[in-house]
Each structure stands twice: as structure tokens, then as C-alpha cells.
């Protein structure tokens, strides 16, 4: 089907707070390393649908979360903070209240507000559901014989074609209306796969590839109905993920573990309500926490106060234009507490500061060589080489850098209440493969 979008031009992005009809279709595809991607350079074709978003939006080339575990990080996303001043670091940890999310900026400006999800982790228990009017993970639907579920652990009810399915009877209802629909897919997560669908092999790391064909396919889906109801015209699509997934690089598999750069390293994408000629890159190091302060600059409407994360605006012009933008020289981070799912055990935060080129991985409550590892970042990616030796001074002002972020005062709502997990929420998250105790 031809896509219905006119051609625009980089200039149409600075327009697009003049709109008056612009929705937001935000999609959370959960464990999607960047790298898999073919926007990213990957060989195997994992992603035509995605990639024909990148071909003519725009794509951050250089983007990592704030976790590897999806409570933590996605609460670092919604709010625009760090972990260490979200205060959501461990299992029973849920985002305070008077926090001042995306979906509330967007209703108070006028759009409905619209969520479907399936990881109990953004459960509207923990605080996730603050401005939606509607908070709802889908009932599931019974899964075809064709699908394959395949992630070691015990699987989730259902698979992603009942978010597909539920936000198409959104849009068929409220399609006539500005809104900000939210969907939060799974199956990448879960390593679903149907036959049509099981291209590259059959270890864990080419079934994950066949998921997220899978999940490329559903969203071909989406667009599609979006497209049928005169919609992608005046709809921005935004492409986003909480963490990646290891494969042994650094000994483990999975995530939620550590914040080596497998795990937190992210595709994002912006797909606009016009076709650019060519796609849009920008190569500056960007993260989770600067999602939304990017986004409702664009869209014109209040920021998020007291933020970490920074609007990008000025970047996607430099991109647009060809011009130079000021070197960013504030460090990034990423956080996971190695205890987080065991609440008999005192916090054991990791870090990971990145500056310029460089990268350092503390663990606080590490021993030995392993307690700070720092790596050339920038020639370096996979952090297969240590340059602790080579580098001292480097090592010990980025070791400072971690510690004085153990450090920072939580945000300015504070921190949020503790949530008592009950059983239905423990045998959800089982379900996930999470060690909780």
C-alpha cells in the first residue's frame, strides 16, 4: 500500500507545534538492541518495517538507556531522570505521584491519552499509569499453533497482535480525535516467532532475530490501519526501547543484570506525518531520559521540570542542515541495582559513565580488578578491551564521576511509595524469568 504522507522537508519538523492535529503513537519494543536492526548496519534483514521508518524520518545513531532492567529504565524514560534521583531502582520501588509525567503534559494540552501494555514491571501499580485516561493490558487471546515461544523461562499469556488488535479498535473509535496512544510489546522479550517468521537459525541469538521480524511484521500491521484511516498524515510514530539483550559478551546472557553497552544500547526512531527526502541522522550521543524533553519541544507544549535529559532540537537541526553543534560534554549514565529483585540484600548499584570517548563500568559493590572497568568507548563499542592501565587519570576522574552520581539528591517530588508485590504480581513477573525473592 502507498504511503499517503506528503514529502516534507526539515523544516516541517521545527513546524511541527503549529499542528493542531498531530498525534503521537509512542511504541516500546521491549529488549530490542539497536544493533539488530538493519537502520543500524545489521546484515540480516530483522527489520523492513522499521527501517522504512528510518529511511525517510529521523534516527539517533547513538543512543542507550539508563537500565537493563525495564522498571528501572522506564521510569528513568517517563520521568526524564536518572535512576539515582527516580528512587525506582528496586523491586518494590514505584514512581511517586507528584511526578510530572509525559501523559499528564499531554492530556492537560488537549490529547487523549491511551496505553496498552503487557510487562507487569509499567503496571499502573508502580506509578506507570499517571495521565492516561486509559491504562490497559489487553485480555489474551489464544496463540496459533504456527507461534513459537521460545524464551527459556515460563511464557506470558497472549502475544503482541492483541496490543496490534487492541490499538486498532482504538483508533477505529477515537481516531476522529488528537491523541497519544502508548503500546508496550513483548514478544521480542519473550523470543516469539511464527513460521513465516523463523529466518535465521535456531540458537537463542537467531530466534531473538526471528522475534523481532515477528514484531517488525505486526507493526507493518499497525501502520497499515493507520494508513487505511487517513491518520499517518498527521501522526508522529516514535520508536523506542527500555534495554538490549546479551549474548556472552561479557558472560551472561539475557538482561537486568549488568549495564555493559549490549544491554543498553537502543534503537530510537521518529516516523513523521511527512516523508523526508532522505533519512535523518544524529550521530551525538543521545539516551532514554532525553526522549521526552526532545518530543514535547517539538510539540510545543510544556517541558518536564527539573529534567536530566535535554531536548535534542538543536542536534536534529545540526543534522538537518549539516551544521556543527557544542560538544556535549556532560557525562551519561546508566544504572541497575545487582540486588534490585532480592529485598533481604543491602542495594548493590552499578554504574556506567560515558564521556567523551571513554566508558567506565563500576560496580559499588564490587572487589578487585573488576570494581571499575574503563574501555575506549568510542573505538571500542563491544567494551572488549580494558584500559585501565593505559589510562589512569582517566579511570580515576570518571571513578569520581560515578561516585558523586551515587550521590545526587532525588528528584524534586522525592521519592515514590514502596509497593508490597502480592502474589498474582510475583507469579506475573516469574513469568517473565525474573528472580525475585
Not at 539488530?36 to 518495517?49: F, H, I, K, N, Q
Not at 535523518?280 to 521526552?292: A, F, G, R
Not at 528528584?411 to 514502596?418: C, L, M, N
Amino acid at each position: 500500500e502507498a504511503d499517503p504522507r506528503p514529502l516534507g522537508t526539515p523544516d516541517d519538523i521545527a513546524r511541527l507545534a503549529e499542528r493542531d492535529d498531530l498525534n503521537i503513537v509512542f511504541i516500546l519494543i521491549d529488549t530490542l538492541r539497536a544493533d539488530r536492526l538493519g537502520a543500524y548496519a545489521y546484515e540480516r534483514e530483522t527489520s523492513p518495517v522499521l527501517d522504512a521508518l528510518a529511511a525517510d524520518g529521523l534516527r539517533f545513531g547513538h543512543h542507550m538507556s539508563q537500565s537493563s532492567w525495564t522498571k528501572c529504565s522506564m521510569a528513568s524514560m517517563w520521568t526524564a531522570h536518572y535512576p539515582v534521583r527516580t528512587g525506582v531502582t528496586r523491586s518494590e520501588d514505584a514512581i511517586s505521584s507528584e511526578a510530572n509525567m509525559p501523559a499528564e503534559i499531554l492530556q492537560e494540552a488537549g490529547y487523549k491519552t491511551y496505553a496498552l501494555w503487557r510487562n507487569a514491571w509499567v503496571g499502573p501499580s508502580f506509578g506507570f499509569s499517571q495521565g492516561f485516561e486509559v491504562y490497559h493490558s489487553p485480555r489474551p487471546s489464544r496463540v496459533p499453533a504456527s507461534v513459537r515461544r521460545e524464551k527459556p523461562t515460563i511464557g506470558m499469556a497472549g502475544t503482541d497482535r492483541d496490543i496490534i488488535q487492541s490499538a486498532s479498535d482504538f483508533l477505529r473509535t477515537h481516531g476522529n480525535q488528537k491523541f497519544f496512544l502508548y503500546l508496550h510489546l513483548m514478544d521480542v522479550h519473550q523470543y516469539v516467532y511464527d513460521e513465516d517468521t523463523a529466518l535465521f537459525g535456531t540458537t537463542y541469538s537467531d530466534i531473538y532475530d526471528n522475534s523481532i521480524r515477528w514484531v517488525d511484521r505486526l507493526l507493518g500491521v499497525l501502520i497499515e490501519d493507520l494508513n487505511r484511516r487517513g491518520l499517518r498524515e498527521k501522526t508522529l510514530i516514535v520508536v523506542a526501547s527500555d534495554h538490549g539483550e546479551a549474548f556472552g559478551e561479557h558472560g551472561r546472557e539475557g538482561h537486568a543484570r549488568d549495564v555493559y553497552s549490549e544491554v543498553v544500547t537502543t534503537p530510537l526512531i521518529l516516523s513523521f506525518p511527512f516523508r523526508l527526502p532522505g533519512p535523518l541522522v544524529v550521530d551525538e550521543p543521545s539516551e532514554n531520559v532525553d526522549i521526552w524533553p526532545t518530543l514535547l519541544d517539538l510539540l510545543g507544549v510544556p517541558a518536564i521540570e527539573g529534567a536530566d535529559g535535554r531536548s535534542l532540537r538543536a542536534e536534529i537541526e545540526a543534522a538537518a542542515t549539516g551544521g556543527e553543534v557544542a560538544g556535549d560534554s556532560e557525562p551519561r549514565f546508566a544504572h541497575i541495582d545487582q540486588s534490585w529483585g532480592r529485598k533481604k540484600v543491602e542495594p548493590q548499584p552499578m554504574v556506567a559513565v560515558t564521556e567523551g570517548p571513554y566508558r567506565l563500568v563500576f560496580r559499588s559493590a564490587g572487589r578487585g580488578p573488576r570494581r571499575a572497568e574503563l574501555y575506549e568507548y568510542a573505538s571500542d563499542r563491544r567494551e572488549s578491551r580494558r584500559i585501565d592501565q593505559d589510562q589512569p587519570d582517566v579511570r580515576r576522574r570518571m571513578l569520581e564521576l560515578a561516585r558523586t552520581y551515587l550521590e545526587e539528591a532525588p528528584a524534586s517530588w522525592g521519592d515514590g511509595p514502596e509497593i508490597e508485590l502480592n502474589d498474582a504480581q510475583l507469579q506475573q513477573l516469574r513469568a517473565l524469568g525474573y528472580e525475585i525473592e
